[in-house]
């Protein structure tokens, strides 16, 4: 594998249960559920938007100690709408920041590094 190169791998295989896939990435191990499946445990779309708000929590945070910005916390809130017609199309995604500890200037450029990535 060339250097400089990260592989991240995911297996999923059928549970027994139409719609539940049991879900392993390294050791860490977890159920999705479709929304027409059980729609009990996490979901398909869910696990989706977690990824990416997960993102920008985690990046936010480690470039704000690099650059020694004052961040107190910060909470990332997305919203993934579908059209029932359209269950597997997003409409839209809308992303919100809530960081506290910065002043609005610094919020703005902190949520701006992680558009930018």
């Known amino acids: 594998m060339a250097q400089g190169v990260k592989i991240d791998t995911v297996r999923s295989s059928s549970s027994g249960?139409?719609?539940?896939?049991l879900n392993s990435a390294r050791?860490?191990?977890?159920?999705?559920?479709?929304?027409?499946?059980?729609?009990?445990?996490?979901t398909n779309?869910?696990?989706?938007?977690?990824?990416?708000?997960?993102c920008g929590v985690t990046l936010i945070e480690k470039y704000a100690i690099d650059q020694k910005v004052?961040?107190?916390?910060?909470?990332v809130?997305?919203?993934?709408?579908?059209?029932?017609?359209?269950?597997?199309?997003?409409?839209?995604i809308n992303v919100s920041f809530a960081l506290r500890g910065?002043?609005?200037g610094q919020a703005e450029e902190l949520v701006?590094?992680?558009?930018?990535r």
């Open 77 to 92: 809130t997305i919203e993934g709408v579908r059209s029932d017609a359209e269950p597997n199309r997003f409409q839209c």
């Open 27 to 42: 050791q860490q191990h977890f159920i999705l559920d479709s929304p027409s499946g059980p729609n009990e445990a996490v």
């Open 102 to 104: 910065v002043s609005q």
């Open 45 to 54: 779309g869910e696990a989706f938007l977690a990824g990416i708000s997960s």
């Open 70 to 75: 004052p961040l107190e916390s910060m909470e």
């Open 17 to 21: 249960t139409p719609g539940r896939s």
């Open 112 to 116: 701006e590094v992680w558009k930018s």
